[in-house]
C-alpha cells in the first residue's frame, strides 16, 4: 500500500443539486457549541441518505474543524486505515499546525504497525485543537478486521472533550454502545428516523426532481418505498425519462412492489433501458471501477471522451457522485454500481474479465499496484496477477504489510507460485512468520529449483512502472542469498548450530560486494551461532562485522538494534563496561536521527537498564526502564519485547521485591518468541534463581525436574545456565556434609575450566559465585573468601556488582568479611560492591500522610506516582491500561483528595506529604 493517501478519499461530498431540507434530523446533530457527544452514528440499510444527511449537518453548522474520510473494501486493513485517518486530520487541520505530522510518520516504520502509539499521538493533536471538531468515517460497514474495530473503540474512547466521531453504517460496529449510551455520550441516527416523510418525499420529487407528481402519487411512492431515499431517487428518474416525456405514472407507481432488491431492479432496468446506447455503453463498462476518471475510463472503453461523460453523467443526476473539488475523479452510488455491475456480468461476463484486465494495466502503468491488483483477481487472471504481485512484493516486505501480502500470495493458485521463486520466497516468509518451519522448507525448495532452472527471471510482461520494475529486478538478482538467509533462519529457530552456519556462509559467498543487507544478516547467522556454540571471541568479531554491513545498507534501525544483541555477547564475554559503551553510544545516534522513534529505541534503552543495573545504578537503570515503557511496542522489535519484563525483573529482585520480579519473568514468558537468538539464560531458569531467594524451594525442584540435567555431566554453553541455576538449588537445600556439594564443586570446578579456555567471562564469574556460596554452605570460608578475592578481581572493575549483591545474605556478609581486611587487594574492591547495597529508604510517614494515604486508593497512589513524570496523560491511560476517561475520574479524585486544582500543584502537594 502506498503511503500516499488519494485526496479523493478526503472530502467531504458537496452534491451539485439542491437537497431537501431536514431540519428535524440535522437538529438533533451537535452544533458549534453546546456539549459534544464522543460518537455520532447514523445506522442504517443502503440507501437511506446517511452520507447526505451528514454532508447537509456539517455544512448547515459547520464546526471549526472537519475530517472526512471515505471508506471502501480495500481500507479493510489496519495499516491503511490508520493512513487514512491520519490523512484526513492532516488535511484538515489549520495549515503548519503540525497535527498528526508524528502519527504518519509512525506509519512508516517498516517494522509492525503501531497501533497505540499512532492513536496516542493523533489524540494529543486532537487535544491541541481549538473544538470543536467533528471527524467522519463515511461507509463503515466496509470494515471487517478486528483489529481496525479495536483501534477506532480505543480513539472513540480516548476522545479530547470537543472532538467528535461521526460514523455512517449499514451496521451496528462492535462498540461499546450501550455503555456510551447511558453515559449519554451517543447521538444515533437510525433508518426510522432517516425515511422520508411525506412532506419531504413531496419536497424531493416535485421541487428537487421537478416531477409535478399529485399529493396521491406521491403518498404512493412515499408509501411503497417506506420513504427509502434510493427507491425515491430512481423512481423519479423513471418516471422523469418516460418515453414520450411522460409515462402512465398510475400504472408506473402502481409496479412498485415487493423486496427492496425487486424495486432497484425494476427501477435500473427503466433508468437503463431508457438511457441512449453509448450512455448505457458507457456505465455498463465502467461499473467494474471503484473511482472513475477520464482517463481510467477511457482506458476502458476505447473512447477518449471520458472526462466529458462523466460530467454529463453527474448533471443528469446518474448516481454519480465527485470525489474532489476539482471534478476529476468521480465514484458511482454504491447501490447503482452493484446493479451496474449486476447487469454487465450477465449480459457477457467474459467482456467484464476483460474490463478488469484493462483496468488492471492501466493501474500498473502509474505504480499504482495496491488499485491494481484487485482487478488482476477479478479478471480470473493468475499470471497478471502474478506479475502485479511481483512488482508489488518489494514496497510490501519494505513497509511490512504482512498481511496483505499473505491475502495476496494465497490467492494466487499453487502452480503460478511454483513457477515464480520470487514469490515462493514471499510465501515462504509467510510460513515462518506463522512459524509453520516445515511449510517454509517446502517453500524455499520451490524457490530454489525456480532460480536453477531461471525461472520467472524475465521482465514482466505488465507495463509497470520504472520504479517498481527496478525494485523487482534488485530483489530477484538478491534472491539466492536471501534463500540461504532463511534456510539459517529455520536452523537457528531449531537449535542447529551447524545448518545455520553452513547456510549463512552460503549466503555470504553468494552476496554481492554491495549487497549489504544479506552480507549483514549473514554475518549476523554466523555471529549467532559462534555464540550458541559459546565462542564468544569469535560471535563478537562476526556479530560486530554484520552491524557495520547494516550501516552501510543504511538500514539504521536494524543497524542499532543489532547493538543490543552484541552488547549481549560482551556481557557474556563478563564485560558490561564494553557493553554499556556500545549501548550508550548506539542510543545517541539513534535519539539524534531525525523523524520518529526509531522501531529499535525502546530496545536500546532496556538492554542499557539492564546493564546500569548490574552496575549498581538503580535509579538510572529505573529511569532507562521507564522511558522504554512510555515509547511502548511502537519503538520495540517483536523479538524483542519479552526483554522489558526482564530487566524490570532483575531490577526489582535488585530492590528486594522477589513476588515482583517472579510476576514480571511470568509476563517475560508470555511474550517470549524462541528461535532469534540462542537461548542463553532461559526465562524458566531466571525465574528457578528467584525462586531460590525467595526460599521457594519445592517449586525450583519441579523445574528442575522438567528442565535441569544432572549436576555430573559438563554442560554445554547452552545449558550452563540452567546447570549453575540446578547447582544454586543444590547448595540452598543440602547441609554442610552432604555429598551434593561435593558435586557442585565439581561442576563449577569444570565450567571453570570450559569457560576460561573460551573466553567466557560472564560464566566464569557466574560458576566462581556458585562455588563462593558452596563454600560457605559447606562452612569453608577459607576457600569461599579465595574464590569471592578472584571473583571480586574479575567482575568488580568491570562493573559488576549485583552479580554479587543478588546472592542474598551468605554473599552479603562474606562480601563484609572481605571488605574488613586491611591491606587485601580484594578489600576496596569488596567495598565497592557493598556501596551498591545503598537504597533510599522512604521516611516513615506523618500522622496526617498516613491518614491520606489511607484515603488515596491504590490505583490512585499509582495514577500519582505517574503524574510527576513527563508522561502525558493518554500515555499513563495507556500504561495503566485504563482509558483516558478512566484516568481522569482519578485524576479528580486525587485533586478532590489532595485539595488542589492543577496536576502540578497535586504532585507538589504529594511531595510536601512525603507520598512521592
Known amino acids: 500500500m502506498s503511503s500516499s493517501v488519494p485526496a479523493t478519499k478526503l472530502h467531504l461530498p458537496r452534491p451539485r443539486r439542491a437537497l431537501v431540507p431536514r431540519a428535524r434530523l440535522t437538529g438533533r446533530l451537535p452544533g458549534a457549541s453546546g456539549p459534544r457527544p464522543r460518537l455520532v452514528l447514523v445506522a442504517a440499510p443502503a440507501g437511506f441518505g446517511k452520507t447526505t444527511l451528514v454532508a447537509q449537518w456539517l455544512e448547515g453548522d459547520p464546526p471549526a474543524t472537519v475530517g472526512w474520510v471515505s471508506l471502501d473494501a480495500t481500507d479493510d486493513d489496519l495499516r491503511r486505515f490508520l493512513t487514512l485517518l491520519v490523512a484526513a486530520v492532516r488535511v484538515a487541520a489549520p495549515d503548519g499546525s503540525g497535527v498528526g505530522e508524528e502519527a504518519a510518520a509512525l506509519l512508516d516504520t517498516d517494522r509492525g504497525i503501531p497501533v497505540d502509539a499512532v492513536l496516542v499521538s493523533l489524540l494529543d493533536d486532537l487535544d491541541a485543537l481549538p473544538g470543536p471538531v467533528v471527524l467522519v468515517l463515511d461507509d463503515y460497514h466496509v470494515v471487517t478486521t478486528p483489529a481496525v474495530h479495536e483501534a ?18 449499514r451496521a451496528d460496529p462492535p462498540l461499546p454502545l450501550a455503555r456510551m449510551r447511558a453515559r449519554g455520550e451517543l447521538i444515533e441516527v437510525r433508518a426510522s428516523d432517516l425515511r422520508f416523510t411525506g412532506p419531504e418525499a413531496t419536497a424531493f420529487l416535485n421541487e428537487v426532481m421537478g416531477l409535478g407528481l399529485e399529493p396521491p402519487q406521491v403518498d404512493a411512492l412515499e408509501d411503497r ?46 433508468v437503463l433501458d431508457r438511457l441512449p446506447d453509448e450512455v448505457r455503453a458507457f456505465l455498463l463498462d465502467t461499473s467494474v471501477l471503484e473511482e472513475l476518471s477520464g482517463p481510467l475510463c477511457d482506458a476502458l472503453t476505447g473512447r477518449a471522451d471520458g472526462q466529458q461523460a462523466l460530467e454529463e453523467l453527474e448533471r443528469a443526476n446518474l448516481f454519480v457522485v465527485p470525489l ?28 467484464v474479465r476483460r474490463l478488469h484486465r484493462a483496468a488492471a494495466r492501466w493501474y500498473a502503468a502509474e505504480d499504482r499496484l495496491v488499485d491494481a491488483y484487485p482487478h488482476a483477481l477479478a479478471a480470473d487472471d493468475p499470471e497478471l496477477s502474478a506479475d502485479l504481485l511481483e512488482l508489488a512484493l518489494p514496497g510490501l516486505r519494505t513497509r511490512r504489510e504482512d ?20 514469490l515462493a520466497v514471499g510465501f515462504a516468509w509467510t510460513r515462518l512468520s506463522a512459524g509453520d518451519l516445515d511449510g517454509l522448507d517446502a517453500w524455499l525448495d520451490v524457490a530454489d529449483a525456480g532460480l536453477v532452472t531461471g525461472t520467472g527471471a524475465a521482465a514482466v510482461a505488465t507495463p509497470g512502472g520504472p520504479v517498481a520494475q527496478r525494485a523487482r529486478e534488485r530483489e530477484l538478482s538478491g534472491l539466492p542469498a536471501m534463500v540461504e538467509v532463511y534456510r539459517a533462519s529455520v536452523a537457528q529457530a531449531r537449535g542447529d548450530t551447524g545448518g545455520t552456519v553452513a547456510h549463512a556462509r552460503r549466503a555470504f559467498d553468494l552476496a554481492g560486494p554491495d549487497d549489504h543487507f544479506p552480507r549483514g544478516a549473514s554475518a549476523g547467522f554466523l555471529g549467532l551461532a559462534a555464540w ?5 571471541v569469535t560471535a563478537v568479531a562476526t556479530f560486530t562485522e554484520a552491524v557495520s554491513s547494516l550501516r552501510a545498507a543504511g538500514n539504521r534501525a536494524d543497524e542499532l538494534g543489532a547493538t543490543v544483541v552484541l552488547a549481549e555477547m560482551w556481557r557474556a564475554r563478563g564485560r558490561p563496561d564494553e557493553a554499556r559503551r556500545l549501548l550508550e553510544a548506539a542510543l545517541a545516534a539513534a535519539e539524534n536521527q531525525p523523524g520518529p522513534p526509531l ?37 520495540s522489535l517483536p523479538e524483542n519485547r519479552y526483554r522489558w519484563h526482564t530487566a524490570s525483573a532483575w531490577w526489582l529482585r535488585a ?109 566464569t564469574l557466574d560458576a566462581l559465585v556458585v562455588r563462593v556460596l558452596a563454600h560457605h554452605r559447606r562452612g569453608d570460608d577459607r576457600a569461599a573468601l579465595q574464590d569471592l578475592d578472584r571473583a571480586l578481581a574479575l567482575g568488580v572493575p568491570v562493573g559488576h556488582r549485583r552479580l554479587f549483591l543478588d546472592e542474598g545474605e551468605p554473599m552479603s556478609a562474606l562480601l563484609h568479611r572481605a571488605a574488613a581486611r586491611p591491606g587485601e587487594p580484594a578489600a576496596d574492591l569488596a567495598a565497592q560492591v557493598l556501596t551498591a547495597t545503598i537504597v533510599p529508604v522512604a521516611p516513615e510517614p506523618s500522622a496526617a500522610t498516613r491518614g491520606l494515604v489511607e484515603g488515596l486508593s491504590e490505583r490512585e497512589l499509582e495514577v500519582l506516582r505517574l503524574l510527576a513524570t513527563d508522561l502525558a496523560g493518554p500515555e499513563i491511560a495507556r500504561q495503566l491500561y485504563v482509558s483516558v476517561n478512566t484516568f481522569r475520574t482519578h485524576t479528580k479524585n486525587i485533586f478532590t483528595k489532595l485539595g488542589v486544582n492543577t496536576r502540578r500543584a497535586a504532585v507538589r502537594e504529594a511531595q510536601e506529604r512525603g507520598l512521592l
Open 324 to 351: 474532489d473539488d476539482h471534478r476529476r475523479w468521480w465514484r458511482y452510488h454504491h447501490l447503482f454500481a452493484d446493479a451496474l455491475r449486476s447487469r454487465s456480468a450477465a449480459q457477457d461476463p467474459g467482456r
Open 225 to 270: 418505498t417506506e420513504g427509502w431515499a434510493a427507491g425515491l431517487q430512481l423512481a423519479a428518474l423513471s418516471v422523469g425519462r418516460g418515453p414520450g416525456g411522460g409515462p402512465d405514472v398510475g400504472k408506473l407507481i402502481e409496479g412498485f412492489a415487493g423486496s427492496h432488491r425487486l424495486v432497484l431492479d425494476y427501477l435500473l432496468e427503466e
Open 532 to 536: 550458541a556454540d559459546g565462542d564468544l
Open 403 to 422: 498481511r496483505t501480502l499473505g491475502d495476496w500470495l494465497r490467492a494466487v493458485p499453487d502452480d503460478v507460485l511454483r513457477r515464480r521463486p520470487l
Open 152 to 169: 477506532v473503540g480505543f480513539f472513540v474512547d480516548n476522545l479530547p472533550p470537543q472532538v467528535t466521531l461521526a460514523m455512517t453504517t
Open 599 to 635: 522501531t529499535t529505541l525502546g530496545d536500546l534503552h532496556v538492554a542499557l537498564a539492564d546493564v546500569l543495573r548490574e552496575q549498581g545504578d538503580l535509579g538510572a537503570a529505573e529511569h532507562h526502564l521507564t522511558v522504554a515503557e512510555a515509547l511502548g511496542e511502537r519503538a
Open 655 to 763: 530492590r528486594g521485591d522477589l513476588d515482583g520480579a517472579v510476576a514480571a519473568l511470568d509476563a517475560a514468558g508470555s511474550r517470549y518468541v524462541p528461535g532469534f537468538f540462542p537461548d542463553v539464560r532461559p526465562i524458566a531458569a531466571q525465574r528457578a534463581r528467584v525462586q531460590v531467594a525467595r526460599g521457594d524451594l519445592p517449586a525450583v525442584r519441579d523445574w528442575a525436574d522438567e528442565h535441569a540435567g544432572s549436576l555430573d555431566d559438563v554442560p554445554s554453553y547452552l545449558h550452563e545456565y540452567d546447570a549453575l541455576t540446578l547447582a544454586r538449588l543444590v547448595v540452598a537445600q543440602h547441609p554442610a556434609g552432604d555429598d551434593g556439594l561435593d558435586r557442585v564443586e565439581r561442576l563449577t570446578g569444570a565450567v571453570l575450566a570450559v569457560a576460561e579456555a573460551a573466553g567466557r567471562g560472564g560464566s
